[in-house]
């Protein structure tokens, strides 16, 4: 799948899409990134989203 596409799964072991954390960002406002991980709880399994979600949060900004 696309990395780009809304349905893709950026956060393997919690099971969170890239279209929810692009919602998460527009609708809540927060940027910064441990605390977009922490309130999805995501990036503190296995760590391998990480850098999408980083990439996803500076797309945002």
Known sequence: MDKNS???E???C????????????????V???KEVCAQM?????????????MEIIDSSR
């Open 41 to 53: 709880n995501m990036g503190n399994v296995c760590g391998a989203c990480r850098e999408t979600v």
């Open 14 to 29: 919690r099971h969170v899409t890239r279209g929810a954390i692009e919602d998460f960002i527009k609708e809540s406002g």
């Open 6 to 8: 809304r349905e893709y």
């Open 31 to 33: 940027t910064d990134f």
């Open 10 to 12: 950026v956060c393997v």
